[in-house]
């Protein structure tokens, strides 16, 4: 089929009136998530786990596609009004975004940052629908491996750009590894790490696992940190930005999306690292860079374009490859295994309606964010009078009934407290729980492949340096970790806050 | 030696690296052509343990040099974990014999003592808008079969 007749299935698939309805719920929730601090995507898309089995794989993927690109949009509205960056991604926004607004200017903020958000995602949505099928006709041909270098390259590249140093960051992706193992041998049947209880043999159930890392420790982090005490808006002021920002933010939003696309594809770099990223590139090439940090619109409209292009193009190792590039896209990738739709190279083939519906979906779906970003702003930013308390608790209800439904019996909702008791420590320790999690979906994988290889080469481990894009995988991955040890990217990392 | 976040960090290295050699040795390690079924553990374990001793190091060698390192436990925090905790226990206890709206009446009731911000009052509506919402959601939404009440009610 050419191009034109597979965009074409994939408008019916999202133009489908129930896909259309969980579209638009996916990208509100992911708005109304991305304003409110303290909860987040990963949180979200967690807790929403457990209610997509009783979904068609189409409705729930879209929804939890949706929820995740809706929060890059949502994050910047908090930004520029209360100074208060709703997602690590949209931290960046703050500097100049709330300047604007202090100068009663954030209606054009809001403004400039949606137009260029719904560019940027226009041009990563294009870019996938390009990059598709030549690059999964490329990965076809890999071997495994291939695949267990390709793994290996993507766990190390992630575990170097988390903040707290290579050490941590590569333990903590073992970690999850070693949980990730548990269950019975894909290859000989065997029970591992079981001990006795039946429920584990299917191996640890990876919603039971996401919802109990992330959402109980993270309500016990946020209630002890206190307060958050009343935030005062900004006037909004009018939507309409000068023809003096128009002037200025259009060529910074085509260089934001060139960078956040680029970013995006990378295992490890994420949104924040991209938006982040944009501004640098902005302040560097500007005739006048005083201007930044004073309201310069430049400075909302590249990070803002460059999020939302780097949440877009995240997808194209994640659906080509099957190889997650950030703990987001594990959930993702989680999600669709759920379903029993393994993401690589033969999705595009196997799951035609998919890929391509997901596609179409997710650009109008960022349509419909820009329509509810601007006339409903009032709306979003009352949500911020939602106090912590009433949140939590409803979250922690929903977490757990969600957990219940999903084996009707209670051994889910223990096994929440056990991970909940992990993440806590593992958060008292400074380590990610997000590498966790990206361990425990890649662990599998990556035994797999390199069982696989072992076997076809007759227990030759050369085989790994001798087959050349293998070697070349296996060269960037270690390049990367030597890299991450210089100071250029721990001071990036540090002041990009990764996400 | 009060625990430090770094400390903490090793020692989980430790503990769980070394938990999954003994456990995967126990699986059979099989020929390097056909990797048994404890191969992985036993590989991805070691690694954990060399990293955690590097890491042992790392949180020593600051502590020498007298680095002021975060404490790993801050009092804040076990007052919330252990009632956040405590709240989905409850949760999973009542929630066969009970039904759903005893369990979640005493999950919010344990979580909502978590965080001291809240007003009396606020809870009996934190109660009603939730416990709404949830069978709004899971019930009559999804339509799953969950009791809402002890049987016989």
């Known amino acids: 089929m050419d191009f034109f007749s597979l965009l074409a299935l994939g408008m019916q698939v999202a133009l489908n009136p129930v896909n259309l309805l969980y579209c638009l719920m996916g990208v509100t929730l992911g708005t109304a998530i991305g304003v409110l601090p303290g909860v987040g995507p990963i949180i979200t898309i967690a807790l929403l786990l457990p209610l997509s089995f009783g979904l068609p794989p189409e409705a729930s993927i879209i929804l939890l596609a949706g929820i995740y690109y809706g929060a890059a949009y ?10 208060l960056p709703g997602e690590a991604s949209s931290a960046v926004t703050c500097i100049d975004g709330h300047q604007m607004a202090k100068q009663g200017r954030a209606g ?47 766990l190390l590249m992630v575990a170097a750009m988390t903040r707290g140093g290579v050490i941590k960051g590569i333990g903590v992706a073992l970690l999850g590894i070693i949980f990730g193992l548990a269950g019975s041998d894909i290859l000989t049947g065997t029970f591992r790490f079981t001990f006795g209880v039946r429920e584990l043999r299917d191996g640890i159930d990876f919603a039971v696992l996401a919802v109990g890392l992330f959402a109980i420790a993270e309500i ?9 005490g009343t935030v005062t808006t900004s006037k909004i002021g009018s939507l309409w930005p000068t023809r003096d920002d128009f002037r200025r933010s259009w060529p910074a939003v085509l260089r934001g999306t060139g960078v956040g696309s680029l970013l995006g594809v990378l295992p490890g770099a994420g949104m924040a690292m991209s938006s982040f990223s944009a501004y640098m590139v902005e302040k560097s090439i500007a005739k006048e860079p005083e201007r930044f940090g004073t309201g310069a619109v430049e400075g909302v409209a590249a990070p803002e374009a460059a999020n939302n292009a780097a949440s877009q193009t995240s997808f194209i190792p994640t659906l080509l490859l099957g190889i997650p590039g950030s703990p987001v896209m594990a959930l993702m990738l989680g999600a669709f295994m759920i379903h029993g739709v393994q993401p690589g190279p033969r999705m595009m083939g196997e799951h035609a309606p998919l890929f391509w519906g997901l596609i179409v979906s997710m650009w109008i779906g960022n349509l419909f964010l820009v329509i509810l970003n601007l006339p409903l702003i009032g709306l979003w930013v009352r949500l911020l009078k939602v106090p912590y308390h009433w949140l939590y608790v409803f979250v922690l209800a929903f977490a757990c009934v969600g957990v219940f439904t999903m084996g009707s019996s209670p051994f889910q909702v223990y096994a929440l407290v056990f991970f909940g008791v992990l993440g806590y420590l593992l958060r008292a320790a400074g380590l990610s729980p997000a590498l966790f999690i990206l361990g425990f979906i890649l662990g599998p994988m990556f035994e797999e492949n390199f069982r696989r290889a072992m076997a076809i080469s007759r227990g030759n481990a050369m085989v ?36 | ?10 020692l989980l290295f430790l503990v769980f690296g070394a938990a999954a050699v003994l456990l995967g040795w126990g699986y059979g390690l099989g020929t390097p052509s056909r ?31 007298r680095q002021r390192l975060p404490r790993a436990f801050s009092r804040a925090e076990v007052r919330p974990l252990l009632l956040v905790l405590g709240a989905v ?9 009970a039904g759903l709206i005893p369990a979640l009446v005493v999950l919010i009731a344990i979580a909502w003592s978590a965080q001291s911000g809240g007003q009396r009052w606020e809870i009996a509506g934190a109660m009603v808008t939730v416990i709404a919402l949830i069978i709004a959601i899971f019930k009559l939404g999804l339509g799953l079969p969950i009791r809402l009440f002890p049987a016989g009610f």
């Open chain 1, 220 to 228: 016990v982090g946020n209630i002890a940190s206190g307060d958050q």
């Open chain 2, 35 to 65: 990797l048994g079924t404890g191969a992985m553990p036993v590989l991805v374990g070691g690694v954990l343990c060399v990293l955690g001793i590097a890491q042992f190091a790392n949180a020593t060698k600051a502590a020498r040099a």
């Open chain 1, 74 to 83: 949502g994050g910047s509205t908090t930004s520029i009004l209360v100074n």
């Open chain 2, 1 to 10: 030696m009060t625990i430090n976040s770094e400390l903490l960090a090793a």
């Open chain 1, 464 to 499: 790994f340096v001798e087959r050349p894009i293998s070697l070349i995988f296996i060269l960037l991955g270690l390049a990367v970790v030597l890299l991450a040890t210089t100071s250029f990217i721990r001071r990036g990392r540090e002041e990009a806050t990764a996400d």
């Open chain 1, 108 to 154: 054009a903020a809001l403004a400039v940052a949606a137009l260029g958000s719904f560019f940027a995602g226009t041009v990563g949505t294009m870019l996938i629908a390009l990059a598709g099928p030549p690059l999964a006709a490329i990965a076809k041909r890999f071997g495994a491996a291939e695949y267990a270098a390709l793994v290996f390259a993507a």
């Open chain 2, 89 to 97: 226990l409850a949760f999973a206890a009542l929630v066969i014999p």
